[in-house]
C-alpha cells in the first residue's frame, strides 16, 4: 500500500504576469493522453466574511505545525511565516489583488510543477472565487446550486457577491486560467459552501 502524501504550497511575493497557464476541464475530458495534466480538487475550506480576512486568517508558523503534524513534509516552504501575509493583513486579502494575483499564479505554477497526478488544494473561498475571475467580467447568469446535501450546506452562501468596483478591478487583471465551456466556468466561479469540492482537469498551456 502506497502510503499517503501531503502537498503543501508556497508562493512567494513577485511581479504579476501577463500569460494564461492553463486550461480548465471538466473531469470526464479524458486527460491522460497527456500526462502533464492534473485532476484538481479544489476544497472550499471555511466561511468567507470581510471580518475573517483580518488576523484569525493568518497561518499557523510552520515550525509549530511541524511539531503538530510530524508526518506532514514541510520541506517546500521557505518561510517560518505565510510570506505574503503583511501585505494584506490589515486591510484585507481581496484589497490587494496584485498581491492575490501573485498569489494564485504561482499556485497554479506549483500544482502544474508538481509530478503528482492528482492534486487538493484546500483554502478559504476569497482565494478559490479570485482564482477563477481573474480577467473576467462578473457572471450574468444565477449562481450553480449547491451540490451538497441540504445538512451541509451553508447559510448564506459562503462568498458574498463582490461589489461592482471591486468585480471590474478584478476583471481588468491578466486572466490566469481559460475555461474549455462556459458551464465549466460558471460551476467554478459561482460561489462556494462550507466544504465544498469542485473537480476539475488543469491542462498546462504550451510556452513559446
Known amino acids: 500500500m502506497l502510503a499517503p502524501r501531503c502537498l503543501v504550497c508556497c508562493c512567494l511575493a513577485r511581479s504579476a504576469v501577463a500569460v494564461q497557464l492553463a486550461t480548465v476541464y471538466a473531469p470526464?475530458?479524458?486527460?491522460?493522453?497527456?500526462?502533464?495534466?492534473?485532476?484538481?480538487?479544489?476544497?472550499?475550506?471555511?466561511?468567507?466574511?470581510?471580518?475573517?480576512?483580518?488576523?484569525?486568517?493568518?497561518?499557523?508558523?510552520?515550525?509549530?505545525?511541524?511539531s503538530e503534524y510530524g508526518a506532514v513534509p514541510y520541506s517546500d516552504?521557505?518561510?517560518?511565516?505565510?510570506?505574503?501575509?503583511?501585505?494584506?493583513?490589515?486591510?484585507?486579502?481581496?484589497?490587494?489583488?496584485?498581491?492575490?494575483?501573485?498569489?494564485?499564479?504561482?499556485?497554479?505554477?506549483?500544482i502544474l510543477a508538481r509530478e503528482e497526478n492528482?492534486?487538493?488544494?484546500?483554502?478559504?473561498?476569497?482565494?478559490?472565487?479570485?482564482?477563477?475571475?481573474?480577467?473576467?467580467?462578473?457572471?450574468?447568469?444565477?449562481?450553480?446550486?449547491?451540490?451538497?446535501?441540504?445538512?451541509?450546506?451553508?447559510?448564506?452562501?459562503?462568498?458574498?457577491?463582490p461589489d461592482a468596483e471591486h468585480a471590474e478591478r478584478v476583471a481588468a487583471m491578466p486572466p490566469l486560467l481559460s475555461f474549455h465551456s462556459a458551464p465549466l466556468q460558471r460551476l467554478l466561479r459561482s460561489p462556494y459552501d462550507f466544504c465544498e469540492t469542485k473537480t476539475a482537469v488543469l491542462m498546462p498551456l504550451v510556452r513559446h
Open 28 to 66: 470526464m475530458v479524458p486527460y491522460r493522453v497527456n500526462p502533464s495534466a492534473k485532476v484538481v480538487h479544489f476544497v472550499q475550506a471555511g466561511e468567507h466574511s470581510t471580518a475573517a480576512e483580518g488576523v484569525d486568517w493568518k497561518c499557523r508558523p510552520v515550525s509549530e505545525l511541524q
Open 77 to 110: 516552504l521557505q518561510h517560518d511565516d505565510e510570506a505574503l501575509w503583511s501585505s494584506c493583513e490589515a486591510a484585507g486579502e481581496a484589497d490587494d489583488l496584485p498581491g492575490l494575483h501573485v498569489k494564485c499564479t504561482e499556485l497554479l505554477e506549483c
Open 118 to 161: 492528482e492534486v487538493v488544494v484546500v483554502s478559504h473561498s476569497a482565494l478559490l472565487h479570485h482564482l477563477f475571475s481573474f480577467g473576467y467580467p462578473p457572471e450574468q447568469s444565477p449562481p450553480v446550486q449547491s451540490r451538497l446535501i441540504p445538512e451541509l450546506r451553508s447559510e448564506p452562501a459562503a462568498t458574498p457577491q
